[in-house]
């Protein structure tokens, strides 16, 4: 088994994979790539500026309306003949999940690729329940055969070079020989998966947009498998959160147009599955049953508060990741969350509770490299500066508005922020601060800290600005 | 973020100058050198005593409360209409973007946000600066501040301001968008991380093979520098309104500081 981090321990995972050159250069290279290909897709920041404001206003529009919305596609679902269930929580889902599978005497699951599954940790789940469940994506195939989690929400494999899957596969599966032939490889992956389509009772899937208005249920993906999940097997399980749902069947261009583009740099992906229900009477194919699992798991928390709502538009295409400094140095596992990188930061407090995720808002130096690039115009850096405070403040009885706030606060660094803000009101006292301050910079000690570990101490000048001039009048 | 038109003003009589804490006790020739290149274009530059600090490093570390206090005073510091030049991006998006968003309730707040202009925008864009270069050849790099680049939308200043250097030549380098990794109280939670993030950014620098690199905040040139003079590696960076000045003015002719911290300040 291989390690699995967790964000507790946010600071040691992020040192490791700092001192792991395999893994800063895997990043890298792979995030500069994606970056690449997205820059030929939209190579004009003007034009990205208008549909980006098209993105955001759609998202938020059916923000605003979410509880509507809600209903509405639960109305349109069952209308379709979808079975829809609401899970409060993770327990709930893989429950709701475990249930249908039970009832259908299912034992074979295959999997399509899907962040929401891992959320509530459902291949762990059913393999306590003695059910199989295969990932059927490329990428979390080979993740799952390394008994790993996702490293990033689109490519979750990202982290492994050719070499490392070619040793992956030739140690895991059987029959297979070492080769970094990428083709090859990929055709490994392709016969397990023919197979396992045909012998899965029950398919499961995530959703890229919920749409109420029809009770369409969109999936966008690449290689097949999440048109053969969905169609092959005889019930079709989607797993979805909350706010993936939007209003119209017109909402789904813009926006998937800025999906595609921003996620893996194409104008459109080979597959744009478009589920409107189980097989009809006159129907060939088809699966019999489908159900549509909508979860909570904290996001009406977010959903609550008009800012740190913003932080549900998020469509999910991990630009936000790729153009990250920090996530390019640290990759996806040293977050130790499901989601990882800006996005990460912002969605797991509300998933997780402030309190285990309390060192990641502060993982940011809030270069706003992950605004810039948003889609829906997340103002990813504004929200970690609000966590900041969530998480610093002092606890009191008055209503709570995020699990766990408050249990970040140090008592020393509050006081100390408290006298620095006294000096900086207070003019004279800072000019005598500054005042001794540069006379008696030499007397200084310099000791170790974290700024000198890889830096030089700012030396201070023999005489400030503001004493200058005040003697030059 | 790149929703609003900004309206520059006409070119006024008097500005105020923000120096920013970093200069008013690391680097006050710096500011010396900005007021004189503002000085030179006509302008009474008005620095009023009182001001400290803009509440920055506050605000980002979450502790929103001690920033508004902090913004309020500093805002009181500047009751007249005249321009607020600013010596930082990184302070400037603070008293442009951040103020109006930290003191939602205050009705003064939007219009004095508007008037506050990071010094190399205000040269291009309300001055209109024309610069006689008078030094040698060089090769320079420019790094633009995050909160300059994407807060302010001020890297073209930047780069125009150096591009009107007859004898300057500016060279493009690796990531040369990427954030050098100082972000404040980040530099010190996350060292480790800031670490890797400041070491790289010393590299693509140095490795662009460049006199020195140019840049308008001080708290990444602390930060670059710092990481440069630790690796023993030679490439230091210099002010913009210093470089500016040095290559303009007759008098004043030098080349690239050499030290972390101008060697001037030190005397």
Redesign the interface.
């Known amino acids: 088994m291989v390690m699995q981090y967790t964000p507790q321990t946010f600071?040691e995972n992020?040192?490791e994979a700092?001192a792991d050159d395999t893994i800063r250069n895997n990043f890298r290279g792979a995030m500069d790539f994606l970056q690449a290909k997205r820059a030929t897709v939209l190579p004009d920041?003007a034009a990205f500026?208008v549909s980006s404001?098209r993105g955001e206003a759609i998202k938020l529009r059916c923000l605003v309306k979410l509880p509507e919305l809600l209903e509405k596609l639960e109305d349109q679902c069952k209308a379709n003949g979808i079975h829809v269930h609401w899970a409060e929580t993770c327990e709930q889902a893989t429950q709701i999940i475990d249930d249908i599978i039970t009832a259908k005497n299912g034992s074979k699951v295959v999997k399509g690729k899907s962040m929401v599954t891992e959320e509530i940790g459902l291949n762990d789940y059913l393999a306590e329940q003695n059910i199989d469940c295969i990932e059927s994506d490329m990428g979390e195939y080979i993740v799952q055969l390394g008994g790993e989690t996702p490293s990033h929400i689109i490519m979750p494999a990202i982290h492994k070079n050719v070499e490392q899957i070619a040793e992956l596969f030739a140690e895991r599966v059987p029959g297979v020989e070492y080769t970094t032939d990428v083709n090859s490889l990929i055709k490994v992956g392709r016969e397990q998966m023919r197979q396992l389509f045909l012998d899965a009772d029950v398919g499961i899937s995530g959703v890229n947009f919920a749409v109420a208005e029809t009770g369409t249920l969109c999936l966008v993906e690449n290689e097949g498998n999440g048109r053969m999940t969905t169609t092959i097997p005889n019930t079709h399980i989607a797993l979805t959160g909350i706010e993936k749902v939007i209003e119209h069947l017109a909402d789904v261009p813009p926006l998937l147009e800025l999906l595609t583009r921003s996620a893996t740099g194409q104008l459109i992906t080979t597959y744009v599955n478009m589920i409107s229900g189980p097989r009809k009477v006159d129907e060939r194919d088809g699966p019999e049953e489908v159900h549509l699992v909508l979860l909570d798991n904290g996001r009406s928390q977010a959903y609550a508060d008009e800012e740190l709502r913003k932080t549900l538009a998020c469509i999910r295409c991990g630009a936000c990741m790729n153009a990250c400094?920090?996530y390019t140095?640290?990759g996806g596992h040293a977050y130790g969350t499901v989601y990882p990188g800006p996005i990460g930061k912002i969605i797991s407090p509300h998933l997780i509770g402030l309190e285990d995720s309390k060192d990641l808002?502060?993982?940011?130096?809030?270069?706003?490299?992950c605004?810039?690039v948003c889609p829906v115009?997340i103002p990813i850096p504004?929200i970690l500066?609000r966590?900041?405070?969530?998480?610093?403040k002092k606890s009191s009885s008055a209503a709570k508005i995020m699990r766990g706030e408050g249990s970040g606060r140090s008592f020393i660094?509050?006081l100390g922020?408290?006298g620095?803000?006294f000096?900086?009101?207070h003019?004279a006292l800072?000019?005598m601060g500054?005042w001794f301050?540069?006379r008696g910079r030499k007397l200084i000690p310099t000791f170790n800290?974290?700024?000198?570990?890889?830096?030089?101490?700012?030396?201070?000048?023999?005489?400030?600005?503001?004493e200058?001039?005040?003697e030059r009048g | 973020m790149s929703d609003f038109i900004k309206q520059y003003p006409a070119k006024p009589k008097k500005v105020y100058l923000y120096g920013t804490c970093i200069i008013d006790v690391v680097a006050p020739n710096s500011g010396l050198d900005a007021i004189a290149l503002l000085e030179r274009e006509g302008l009474e530059v008005v620095y009023p005593q009182g001001q400290t600090c803009c509440g920055q490093p506050a605000f980002n570390s979450g502790y929103s409360d001690e920033a508004r206090n902090v913004a309020k005073a500093q805002m009181a510091q500047f009751p007249e209409p005249w321009p607020i030049v600013i010596l930082s991006g990184s302070c400037g998006g603070m008293l442009r973007k951040h103020y109006p968003r930290l003191l939602a309730n205050d009705p003064e707040v939007e219009a004095f946000s508007q008037r506050v202009f990071e010094f190399s925008e205000f040269l291009v864009h309300v001055l209109n600066i024309q610069l006689d270069d008078l030094g040698e050849q060089q090769r320079v790099a420019i790094h633009t501040s995050c909160a300059g680049r994407r807060e302010l939308g001020i890297h073209d200043a930047g780069v125009s301001l150096l591009k009107q250097l007859k004898n300057i030549e500016l060279v493009d380098y690796a990531y040369e968008a990427e954030c050098c990794g100082f972000g404040g109280t980040f530099a010190v939670k996350h060292s480790d991380i800031s670490t890797a993030m400041v070491e790289d950014k010393a590299r693509h620098l140095s490795e662009a093979n460049v006199d020195c690199y140019i840049s308008s905040d001080w708290g990444c040139t602390l930060n670059i520098n710092g990481s440069l003079e630790h690796q023993n590696m030679s490439l230091r960076g210099d002010y913009l309104a210093s470089f500016l000045r040095q290559r303009t003015d007759v008098n004043n002719i030098s080349h690239c500081a050499v030290s972390p911290s101008d060697k001037r300040d030190e005397r």
């Open positions: 600071k992020s040192a700092l920041k500026d404001k400094p920090v140095r640290i808002p502060t993982a940011s130096s809030l270069c706003g490299a605004e810039e115009n504004s500066q966590l900041r405070v969530e998480t610093n660094e509050a922020w408290k620095w803000a000096f900086a009101v003019p800072y000019r500054t301050a540069t800290n974290p700024w000198t570990v890889s830096r030089s101490m700012p030396k201070l000048a023999a005489k400030s600005l503001r200058q001039l005040k």
